[in-house]
């Protein structure tokens, strides 16, 4: 096609008229270079952006009367500079919307990013910080002097995770979590960023949840100490019960026995009262070699009297053989009189009518050495809606158990829960086991 003596706009753009603001035009009008990016349609019918740039041709007049227009095309370009711009503009967004406070700085430190939400944390707008301070300026110095000294060491892949406090200009301090490290370009090292999250809220509630925590410790020791004491007064009214029966019946032995009981858990008293004051003090183990099956017959005396008054059969079964085993008696002796106090408990609050309550105290071999002391009672056991509770109660002592100070577990007994320190001390456990007829608790030494 000829385009000789033809319009440019006619040839490149279809049009009648000329171009608004045509290169050309102005530079026959100034005699100056100019160019524009225009949007023109090829002659295969699509839009193209090409970069046009109009010279004068130098001549012997002071009047322009050629001019060479060139053009480029700079479609791939501009799209890619396109490109660029909607990365950076949602960089932008991305770095100005984040909940977390970013600071990023060159290779002296001075601070060339500061979002919204650092101009929150720290209190200070970002027209005082930007490329005017730096990070040893806003940063606490333990933070700011490791982020400087990263920088140092060219190509270290260097990183920062710790939590800080942030002192703002009013002078309150702000608890943070930290992260960042160094930027690269080219395997070089150009500047740092950091990543701040404010954790004000999340310490509150750490301090609530040990707040509450401590509560409900002090709700389930008062309740463990109410527990122990009900059973020392339980077993002192069985002494009396016994020394007034002796006396009825003019029979001194009897008055004896039941004196003896009374004595015996007057002195328990005088125990358990040492065990509060000495609380927070861990004790030591006092092993010392233990018939089982001796200490069951002496937990089972000591009972009798309670289990004849709730009419329930106690019957103690002794393994034949059965050697003694290093425990330490007065630990162990608590344990079971708790367990049993517990299955007399359960037998009168029974009332499925199923006819005589009995509770068992039995012990056994254990094929790996060391023995088993099982408490047996057919009362009515844990019901279904607190077999959760006491199996997460467990857990939750079984936590702290190998920090725990062993009078938790000498001193006042917190029901069934506590007892699972007891045989870990010992290097053994406590189990609950659901049977159609007992429910059972086993103390393994």
Not at 115 to 133: G, I, M, T, Y
């Amino acid at each position: 096609m000829c385009i000789r003596d033809r319009f440019c706009f006619e040839v490149y753009k279809g049009r009648s008229h000329p171009c608004p603001g045509c290169c050309v035009a102005r530079t026959f009008r100034d005699g100056q270079p100019h160019c524009n990016e225009e949007v023109v349609r090829t002659r295969t019918g699509h839009l193209a952006r090409w970069l046009v740039q109009s010279s004068p041709i130098p001549g012997n007049g002071e009047h322009v009367r050629y001019v060479v227009e060139m053009s480029t095309d700079i479609s791939e370009l501009a799209h890619l500079r396109e490109s660029l711009d909607v990365t950076r503009d949602f960089q932008r967004r991305l770095i100005a919307s984040a909940h977390e406070a970013i600071i990023a700085a060159d290779r002296d430190g001075v601070i060339l990013i500061y979002n919204s939400a650092a101009e929150a944390l720290f209190a200070r707008p970002a027209d005082e910080v930007l490329h005017k301070l730096t990070i040893r300026q806003l940063l606490p110095p333990d933070l700011a002097e490791p982020l400087m000294r990263g920088m140092e060491d060219t190509g270290a892949d260097f990183t920062v995770r710790r939590e800080v406090i942030l002192q703002l200009p009013d002078g309150q301090n702000v608890p943070a979590r930290f992260s960042g490290g160094n930027l690269f370009e080219h395997g070089e090292v150009v500047g740092c960023v950091g990543f701040l999250e404010d954790i004000r809220a999340l310490k509150q509630l750490e301090q609530e949840k040990a707040r509450s925590e401590r509560l409900a410790v002090i709700g389930q020791t008062m309740a463990g100490v109410a527990h122990t004491v009900k059973n020392i007064i339980g077993l002192m009214k069985a002494g009396i019960y016994v020394v007034n029966v002796g006396l009825k019946n003019n029979n001194r032995e009897q008055v004896e026995r039941g004196w003896q009981m009374v004595e015996q858990n007057v002195n328990r008293i005088s125990d358990f009262v040492l065990d509060l004051l000495d609380y927070s003090r861990s004790r030591t183990l006092k092993l010392s070699p233990v018939n089982p099956n001796e200490l069951i017959e002496e937990v089972a005396r000591l009972l009798a009297p309670k289990a004849e008054a709730e009419e329930v059969k106690l019957t103690i079964r002794p393994a034949p053989g059965l050697s003694p085993q290093p425990m330490d008696r007065e630990a162990i002796y608590r344990c079971l009189v708790e367990l049993v106090s517990n299955a007399l408990d359960a037998c009168r609050m029974d009332t499925s009518g199923k006819g005589q309550h009995e509770i068992v105290i039995q012990t056994g071999h254990r094929p790996e050495g060391g023995c088993i002391i099982r408490v047996r009672d057919n009362g009515c056991g844990i019901p279904d809606h607190l077999k959760n509770k006491y199996r997460k109660a467990r857990k939750t002592i079984s936590k702290y158990e190998e920090n725990c100070s062993w009078n938790a577990i000498s001193g006042p007994g917190f029901c069934g829960s506590i007892h699972p320190g007891a045989g870990k001390v010992f290097h053994g456990a406590m189990t609950g086991a659901a049977h159609p007829v007992y429910n059972s608790d086993c103390l393994y030494v």
